[in-house]
């Protein structure tokens, strides 16, 4: 199994960005996957949950009415587009498989600041 998180960076308060994952190794398809992010010093927090068919997704209320999760079956990648990001967004964002035992890329880190 492999994840791999891009689309991180540097933007402004306000800016967006738009992160994907791709995923190998397992039948991507089948499965729900999730966004969590880790804050320098803080615990990883689940930051939002996609269905294997894209039909049921759930966003932390941190994220809700901002962030949008979404998901291409045919390209194995799950995607959280970012919208009107604050400074406390800043933070390294993980893509998470949950196959039994949990998988997690490495993090693309994100930082928003003037």
């Known amino acids: 199994v492999q994840l791999v998180e891009s689309g991180g960076g540097l933007v402004q308060p306000g800016g967006s960005l738009r992160l994907s994952c791709v995923a190998s190794g397992f039948t991507f398809r089948a499965y729900t996957m999730r966004w969590y992010r880790q804050a320098p010093g803080q615990v990883r927090e689940h930051v939002a949950t996609?269905?294997?068919?894209?039909?049921?997704?759930y966003l932390s209320d941190s994220v809700k009415g901002r962030f949008t999760i979404s998901r291409d079956n045919a390209k194995n990648t799950i995607y959280l587009q970012m919208n009107n990001l604050k400074p406390e967004d800043t933070a390294v964002y993980y893509c998470?498989?949950?196959?039994?035992?949990?998988?997690w890329g490495r993090g693309t880190q994100v930082t928003v600041s003037s």
């Open positions: 996609i269905t294997s068919t894209g039909e049921t997704t």
């Open positions: 998470n498989a949950p196959l039994g035992p949990d998988y």
